[in-house]
């Protein structure tokens, strides 16, 4: 009998809220068993956790490895079918989201990479309603977009459709990829990724193979405390990667991504900078940490003008900062959320 087509790779690292849901999620599929293989890796050591797993049929993997695509990647390499299914573990899987993977594949045999879109849950796992977060959804577009596939040899508008026009770059946990994806340079440059589902998106479009963008929503995406993306960390995680995702691009010829990586990362070291004196303030730090934190902003946005755009909340951190050294309490009531304000990719 043939081996499994599927390797559900689930990653938890330092938190253990939700791996068992996420891995109920992948025994829950409504394929066989025998079509998809299970492996878990912790960076903690939780026996109950461990012996549900175990119960499941995973693989159950530790590491202290402090990178997320590494950590990913020593599960993926425990693994041996040819698909990788990456979930997050405060994700979860629809229970017929192989099946749906499995008949896109046998329909188009030169795929390398799928992805579908989410539902929103909240933190106990019950659905959001659409109409609290589908204003802010950057992958409506494939309301009127429908299924998308580019094949090996038509990827021109993977650019425009993958990350400008929608969000098909985000969320490792909507992406089934070929194993070989990660081989090489590529596999490489994963492992050092905050960001590994961008990189698996650009790994996509740079290999030889073809992509399919569902637009069936497949995948649970909780939203909690722990998934926002405005954080000071975060911002400068995604500046620094972005940049090595620019670097990644170069090297393989893809300028037109490498420039719009640089882009972002200078929008996201922009925003770094627009949280760090934001914080500073809510913190009521002393008036000359304001100031430096001003004077870094306003040269930041010198040395980089297409980040000087007429906007409120572009210039909100600058005045605030200034304006902190008149007057810190009325600034410290006005300013709020608005400094820290931006396009959060």
């Not at 329909?107 to 204003?135: H, K, Q």
Request: hydrophobic share 45%; aromatic share 10%; with cysteine.
């Amino acid at each position: 009998m043939a081996g499994p087509e599927i390797a559900a790779v689930v990653a938890a690292f330092d938190r253990d809220d939700f791996v068992l849901r996420a891995a109920r999620s992948v025994a829950a599929q409504t394929v066989p068993r025998a079509s998809y293989e299970l492996a878990v890796v912790t960076n903690f050591h939780r026996p109950e956790i461990e012996r549900e797993l175990l119960a499941l049929g995973a693989k159950v993997l530790y590491s202290e490895e402090p990178q997320i695509g590494a950590f990913m990647h020593l599960a993926a390499n425990a693994t041996t079918a040819p698909w990788l299914a990456f979930l997050d573990d405060d994700d979860e899987f629809e229970p017929e989201r192989f099946a749906r993977f499995l008949e896109v594949r046998r329909a188009y045999p030169g795929l390398g990479f799928y992805r579908n879109r989410v539902r929103v849950i909240d933190r106990d796992g019950r659905a959001i309603p659409p109409e609290r977060w589908r204003r802010h959804e950057l992958d409506a577009a494939f309301d009127a977009l429908g299924d998308v596939y580019l094949p090996p040899d038509g990827k021109e508008r993977a650019l425009e459709i993958g990350l400008q026009r929608t969000w098909a770059s985000f969320n490792s946990s909507t992406m089934i990829v070929r194993r070989e994806l990660l081989d090489g340079d590529l596999g490489r440059a994963f492992d050092r990724q905050r960001l590994p589902d961008t990189l698996l998106y650009l790994a996509a479009v740079l290999r030889p193979v073809g992509l399919y963008l569902d637009p069936r929503r497949l995948t649970r995406f909780r939203f909690w405390e722990a998934s926002a993306t405005g954080s000071l960390a975060w911002f400068r995680h995604a500046t620094r990667c972005n940049l090595e995702l620019a670097e990644v691009a170069e090297r393989h010829g893809a300028t037109a991504y490498a420039r719009l990586f640089r882009e972002l990362s200078v929008h996201y070291g922009r925003m770094a900078r627009a949280t760090a004196l934001a914080d500073g303030i809510a913190a009521r730090a002393a008036r000359r940490e304001i100031a430096a934190r001003t004077g870094d902003y306003l040269r930041y946005l010198g040395r980089h003008p297409d980040e000087r755009r007429l906007t409120i909340d572009t210039w909100a951190a600058g005045a605030y900062g200034l304006g902190y050294a008149l007057a810190p309490g009325a600034v410290h009531r006005l300013a709020g959320a608005r400094l820290t304000r931006g396009r959060h990719r």
